[in-house]
């Protein structure tokens, strides 16, 4: 199974950056995910996708982890997780995002998942409803709130252009 | 006389999840709706920032080789 699991990391890596926002945490997720795909590689059924198998592992391989960690978090006193949703890791902040991607690790983590698996790795929606075990419904309205909020970071940006670009006319009609 | 054109079917088509014959009738209703098809142009665009931003993270910052478990 080994050398079917290599044409996928590149895929899991880039699914468990933005699932844990974090280059350490993402590493440790791939880890665990490929360790947990082999140890069940008795129950993988060769017909089936692989690709779709090893994403719906991470997915619960992460479920996990994140809910031992909160409840570390809840036992240390430490009320982080509000923050945690809505900051980008320290790590992931030296790397110089354009907006987009900016907009897309300030997502909630249900609507940046659903955006990663399927605008990122192409997956059906049915298939990221199975993965995640959610109605297909669900997955659009969170594929639908995600968008929204991208192109709201967008629209803003193109006022500001807009604006300076109608400055400069202004500037030019002074000067004339 | 065809379907007007959802929300779903725009998220559809930027997706590449839409049947063909959709993917047609869809596309014509753009070509007469600026304004939306603008707004499908830069889903399609912003999905492939995202795609090319990942992967250059997930193949440039790689804090250790990623290993396979040992059989």
């Known amino acids: ?176 | 006389m065809t379907e007007p054109i959802s929300e779903l079917d725009l998220m559809a088509q930027v997706d590449d999840q839409i049947g063909s014959g959709r993917r047609i009738e869809v596309g014509e209703s753009l070509s007469r709706q600026s304004t939306m098809a603008a707004r499908v142009m830069a889903d399609l665009r912003r999905r492939e920032e995202l795609r090319q931003t990942l992967t250059g993270i997930a193949s440039s910052c790689r804090a250790k080789p990623t290993m396979l478990p040992v059989r």
Not at chain 1, 12 to 35: E, F, I, M, P
């Open chain 1, 1 to 176: 199974m080994h050398h079917l699991l290599n044409d996928h990391i590149m895929p899991l890596r880039r699914y468990a950056l933005a699932l844990t926002r974090n280059v350490d945490q993402a590493d440790d997720l791939v880890q665990d995910t490929l360790t947990r795909a082999i140890e069940s590689a008795s129950s993988w059924d060769p017909r089936r996708d692989l690709r779709r198998w090893l994403f719906g592992i991470m997915h619960n391989v992460h479920v996990s982890v994140s809910r031992r960690r909160s409840l570390e978090t809840n036992i240390a006193g430490q009320l982080t997780s509000i923050a945690s949703d809505s900051v980008p890791a320290a790590q992931l902040d030296e790397v110089h995002f354009d907006e987009t991607m900016a907009a897309l690790m300030k997502l909630p983590e249900e609507q940046r998942e659903v955006l990663v698996l399927i605008g990122v790795e192409a997956f059906s929606y049915k298939d990221v409803a199975e993965m995640l075990g959610i109605p297909v419904g669900t997955v659009m309205s969170r594929l639908g709130r995600a968008r929204e909020a991208l192109r709201a970071v967008s629209g803003r940006e193109q006022e500001t252009v807009t604006d300076a670009a109608e400055g400069n006319r202004s500037f030019l009609h002074v000067v004339k």
